[in-house]
C-alpha cells in the first residue's frame, strides 16, 4: 500500500518534471540558437543573399503565417463556435448529434497533408484559384474547424448547459440567452480553444505547402497573391540546407509569435475577471 | 370553494422510445403548496419539467394537455408560459454575474424601465430573506454565496418575472438543516402570492409544508390527496408501503 502510494506520487511528479522540463527546454534552446541571429533587421526585412535565405529577414513570412492564422482562425473559431452551440444546445436529435459528432472527430483524425492535398484539389485544381493566400486560409479553415468545434463543445457543456436550460425556463429566448449568458459566461473557453486553433494553424506545413506558401514573396496585398510562411520558410530553410542559422532564427520567431497570440486570447478571455 | 390554476389531462412524456409519464390526470390549486414525492426515477422531475415545457429542451416529448387558468399551454407563447410558471432546480444555479445582474438579467430582456430595475431587486430578495444579507453587496459575484443563499437567489431570479406557480425539483437537498428551514419558512410566506409545487424526497418536509400531497410511481399518479389524510390514512397499498419505507 505505501510502496505503491510512493511508486504512483514519485511517477506523477517525475512526468510533470519532464513535461516543464522539456517545454522550458524547447523554449531555452531556440531562445539561446535564435536570439544571436534575430535582429530589428531579421524581423522587418525580406529574405535576400544568394541562395536565397542566407541573409535578410523574415518579415513576409511573419506576415503570411500572421494573415492565413488569423483569417483562417477568424473564419474556422466562427464556424466552430457556431457548430459547437448547435450540437449542444440546439441539436435536440441525439443521433444527428452523433453522426455529427463522428463527423468531426473523423475530420479531427485527417492527417493535415490530406487535408492539404484536398485544399489543393478542390481550391486550385478544381476551381481554378491560384496559389494564394485565400486557399490557403480556406484549407487552414477546414483544418481547424473540428479542432475548435470539439473544444469549444466541451467547454460549453461543462459550463452553461443547466444555466442555459435556467435561463429558458425564465422565459428568456434561446438566442438571447445564447448571447448575453452562454458566450460571456464561456468566453475564456472560447478564447483558449480560439487562440490554440490559430496557432495549430500558424503550425501547420503540410496543408499550405500545397496551396499557397512559396519560396519567396512580398506580404500579400490581396488575397489571391501567394504567401510565404514561417513554417514553411523553415522548412525550406532546413531542407535545402540553406543556413540552419537563419532556420533557428525563423524558428524562435514562430514560438514567439504563437506564445503571444496564446497570451492574447488568455488575456480577452480573461477580461472580465481584471 | 377550491380555486384551481393548473390541471393536466392525460398528459403523456416520452424519451424517444422510452415512456415516461403515462396519462397523468391532476390539478393544482391556487395558493398551495403541493408536494409530489415517489421512489427514485419515477418521473417526478419529468412531470415537473413539463408544466413550463422545459422537458422539451431535455429531448422529451409531450401529448396530453395541461391548462394554466382553462389555456392549454400548448397555445400558449412559449415566453407567456414560462414566465407564469418559474422553476428552480436541485443544484442552485447562479448566473456568473454580480447578485444584481442576476436579478435583472430577465426584466431586462423583458423590458422593464430602468428606474423600475432596482425596485424589482429589492422587492423580489426580501421576500427570499435574502437581502438583509446581501444589501450591501449587491454588486459581488453570485456565485460568491454560500449555497443556501445562491439557492435563494434562484428563487428570487424567479420572482422577478411576477410568475403565478413556481416548480421546485428537490430545492433542499444540496443544503443543510438551517437553510433547508429557511428556505421552507420562506415558501410558506411565498404561498400567499403564489402557487408551488415543490418535488421532495424528505417525507417530513412535504409534511411540514405541504397542503396537497402527490404520490408517483413508475410515470403514474398512485394517489393524491390532502397531506394529513395522505400521510395518515393512506388507501393505496403501495402508498402505505412507500410511506413505510420512507419512514424506517
Ligand atoms: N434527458 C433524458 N433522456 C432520457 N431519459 C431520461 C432523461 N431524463 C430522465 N430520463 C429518464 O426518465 C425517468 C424519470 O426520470 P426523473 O428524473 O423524472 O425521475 P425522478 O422521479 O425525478 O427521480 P429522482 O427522484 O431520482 O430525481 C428515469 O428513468 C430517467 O432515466
Ligand atoms: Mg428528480
Redesign the pocket.
Known amino acids: 500500500m505505501k510502496i505503491k502510494d510512493i511508486i504512483f506520487k514519485s511517477w506523477i511528479y517525475i512526468s510533470g518534471i519532464i513535461v516543464v522540463v522539456v517545454t522550458f527546454g524547447v523554449f531555452l534552446y531556440f531562445l539561446y540558437k535564435g536570439i544571436k541571429v534575430v535582429t530589428l533587421e531579421f524581423i522587418l526585412e525580406a529574405p535576400g543573399g544568394m541562395p536565397l535565405g542566407t541573409e535578410g529577414g523574415v518579415f513576409p513570412a511573419i506576415m503570411g503565417s500572421l494573415m492565413s492564422g488569423l483569417l483562417s482562425g477568424l473564419i474556422g473559431g466562427l464556424l466552430g463556435l457556431c457548430t459547437s452551440i448547435y450540437l449542444v444546445f440546439y441539436c435536440n436529435n441525439k443521433k444527428n448529434q452523433k453522426y455529427m459528432l463522428h463527423a468531426l472527430q473523423l475530420l479531427a483524425g485527417i492527417p493535415s497533408v490530406i487535408i492539404g492535398l484536398f485544399g489543393y484539389t478542390v481550391l486550385i485544381v478544381g476551381l481554378g484559384l491560384n496559389k494564394s493566400l485565400i486557399s490557403v486560409t480556406l484549407t487552414l479553415t477546414v483544418m481547424i474547424i473540428p479542432f475548435i468545434a470539439l473544444r469549444m463543445k466541451k467547454a460549453l457543456e461543462e459550463t452553461s448547459k443547466d444555466q442555459f436550460i435556467c435561463s429558458l425556463s425564465l422565459g428568456i429566448p434561446k438566442g438571447y440567452t445564447i448571447i448575453h449568458l452562454v458566450i460571456p459566461n464561456a468566453l475564456k473557453y472560447i478564447m483558449t480553444s480560439l487562440g490554440l486553433g490559430i496557432v495549430f494553424a500558424m503550425g501547420a506545413t503540410a496543408p499550405i505547402m500545397f496551396t499557397g506558401a512559396v519560396i519567396i514573396a512580398g506580404v500579400p496585398n490581396k488575397l489571391t497573391d501567394p504567401i510565404m510562411a514561417l513554417p514553411y520558410h523553415l522548412y525550406v530553410l532546413v531542407n535545402e540546407g540553406i543556413s540552419i542559422e537563419m532556420a533557428y532564427g525563423t524558428a524562435f520567431v514562430l514560438i514567439v509569435l504563437v506564445l503571444l497570440i496564446n497570451l492574447i486570447c488568455h488575456f480577452i478571455g480573461n477580461f472580465e475577471d481584471v | 370553494m377550491k380555486e384551481i390554476v393548473l390541471k393536466t389531462e392525460d398528459l403523456c412524456v416520452s424519451?424517444?422510445q422510452?415512456k415516461?409519464l403515462k396519462k397523468i390526470n391532476t390539478l393544482f390549486e391556487k395558493n398551495k403548496i403541493t408536494a409530489i414525492i415517489?421512489?427514485?426515477?419515477?418521473?417526478?422531475?419529468?412531470?415537473?419539467?413539463s408544466l413550463n415545457r422545459t422537458v422539451e429542451e431535455?429531448?422529451?416529448n409531450m401529448e396530453g394537455k395541461i391548462h394554466l387558468n382553462n389555456v392549454n399551454i400548448m397555445d400558449m407563447p412559449l415566453q407567456n408560459l414560462r414566465k407564469s410558471v418559474g422553476m428552480v432546480f436541485?443544484l442552485p444555479i447562479v448566473f456568473p454575474f454580480s447578485i444584481y445582474n442576476n436579478m435583472i438579467y430577465a426584466p431586462k430582456y423583458f423590458g422593464e424601465k430602468k428606474e423600475k430595475l432596482n425596485d424589482i431587486v429589492i422587492k423580489n430578495l426580501k421576500k427570499t430573506g435574502l437581502y438583509d444579507e446581501v444589501k450591501d453587496n449587491l454588486k459581488m459575484m453570485a456565485t460568491k454565496l454560500s449555497g443556501g443563499q445562491q439557492q435563494r437567489l434562484a428563487i428570487a431570479r424567479c420572482l422577478t418575472v411576477n410568475p403565478e406557480i413556481i416548480l421546485l425539483?428537490?430545492p433542499c437537498s444540496a443544503l443543510d438543516i438551517k437553510n433547508t428551514a429557511n428556505i421552507e419558512n420562506m415558501l410558506l410566506e411565498l404561498k400567499n402570492e403564489y402557487t408551488i409545487i415543490i418535488?421532495t424526497?424528505n417525507l417530513s418536509q412535504a409534511k411540514r409544508i405541504a397542503d396537497n400531497v402527490i404520490f408517483?410511481d413508475e410515470?403514474q399518479i398512485i394517489e393524491e390527496g390532502n397531506q394529513n389524510e395522505m400521510f395518515d390514512n393512506p388507501v393505496n397499498v403501495r402508498t402505505k408501503e412507500y410511506l413505510m419505507y420512507m419512514r424506517n
Open positions: 424519451y424517444g422510452k415516461i415517489g421512489p427514485s426515477g419515477c418521473g417526478k422531475s419529468t412531470f415537473l419539467k431535455y429531448g422529451g436541485q425539483d428537490e418535488v424526497h408517483m410515470g
